[in-house]
């Protein structure tokens, strides 16, 4: 079974932390995508990437950066947590929007961060 | 800009009802996919349905069904007989083709709850 896997479900983590989330695919996919979830603003994008060591800001990157070293997995950081950065961070990944047999975004489960 | 709008952030249906839920996206692409995606109460985020604005006929999966209207930019989806399991947040989703490198554009999101 094909998945996009995320290495916590939880963390909490303190104000001033430098924070990993870690987002592995097995799908041999080129797009991998870093989202926020919160209430009433839906899923925001932060970052994303469509190769190895190439990365894109997406809508919100204030405060975050990403890492793609391997074509399978896609790392965000946040270097210095707040407490406005508590949310859900969902994961997801694609083909390119030109491959024949694009079928949208797989998802990881998600990560329900804390920073206290 | 490309916006996708569900103008329902909460529905709710009795089991074995019919329930549709709306989505509106404006675009000046005449190439793109459209989908939806269901996301229970556990997280995962995972595909509905995908429909290719090229062509006329409308997606169907089991239940599920959309009403693709291109010239109006209105993409609903039925739910037929739904289910208990039905209940989750539901997202409506757009992407351009032709040099797109893949980004899903989403609404905000439709918490539907299916109640016995």
Redesign the interface.
Same mark, same amino acid.
């Given at each position: 079974d094909v998945k996009v896997t995320q290495s916590s479900r939880y963390l909490v983590k303190r104000t001033g932390e430098k924070v990993f989330l870690e987002c592995v695919q097995d799908m041999d996919h080129e797009n991998m995508f870093w989202y926020r979830q919160d209430p009433g603003l839906g899923l925001r994008l932060i970052y994303f990437s469509y190769d190895v060591k190439m990365k894109e800001k997406g809508d919100i990157p204030e405060g975050y950066s990403v890492s793609r070293e391997k074509k399978e997995r896609f790392s965000l950081i946040l270097e210095s947590a707040s407490t406005n950065q508590t949310s859900m961070y969902l994961c997801a990944s694609s083909l390119l929007g030109t491959d024949v047999n694009y079928y949208g975004y797989t998802f990881g489960s998600g990560t329900r961060l804390t920073v206290v | 800009a490309q916006t996708v709008t569900q103008s329902q952030?909460e529905m709710s249906v009795q089991e074995a009802e019919t329930v549709t839920l709306s989505c509106t996206y404006d675009t000046s692409e005449s190439n793109y996919?459209l989908?939806w995606?269901k996301q229970p109460p556990?997280? !995962?985020?995972? @595909?509905v349905i995908?429909q290719e604005a090229y062509k006329q006929q409308n997606a169907t999966e089991n239940r599920f069904s959309v009403n693709f209207q291109k010239a109006a930019k209105s993409f609903s989806l039925k739910i037929s007989d739904s289910q208990l399991g039905d209940t989750a947040m539901y997202?409506c989703?757009f992407?351009?083709?032709?040099?797109? !490198?893949?980004? @899903?554009i989403?609404?905000?999101?439709t918490k539907l709850s299916v109640k016995p």
């Amino acid at each position: 079974d094909v998945k996009v896997t995320q290495s916590s479900r939880y963390l909490v983590k303190r104000t001033g932390e430098k924070v990993f989330l870690e987002c592995v695919q097995d799908m041999d996919h080129e797009n991998m995508f870093w989202y926020r979830q919160d209430p009433g603003l839906g899923l925001r994008l932060i970052y994303f990437s469509y190769d190895v060591k190439m990365k894109e800001k997406g809508d919100i990157p204030e405060g975050y950066s990403v890492s793609r070293e391997k074509k399978e997995r896609f790392s965000l950081i946040l270097e210095s947590a707040s407490t406005n950065q508590t949310s859900m961070y969902l994961c997801a990944s694609s083909l390119l929007g030109t491959d024949v047999n694009y079928y949208g975004y797989t998802f990881g489960s998600g990560t329900r961060l804390t920073v206290v | 800009a490309q916006t996708v709008t569900q103008s329902q952030p909460e529905m709710s249906v009795q089991e074995a009802e019919t329930v549709t839920l709306s989505c509106t996206y404006d675009t000046s692409e005449s190439n793109y996919y459209l989908f939806w995606y269901k996301q229970p109460p556990s997280r !995962q985020m995972i @595909l509905v349905i995908r429909q290719e604005a090229y062509k006329q006929q409308n997606a169907t999966e089991n239940r599920f069904s959309v009403n693709f209207q291109k010239a109006a930019k209105s993409f609903s989806l039925k739910i037929s007989d739904s289910q208990l399991g039905d209940t989750a947040m539901y997202f409506c989703a757009f992407t351009p083709l032709g040099g797109s !490198q893949g980004n @899903l554009i989403f609404g905000k999101g439709t918490k539907l709850s299916v109640k016995p």
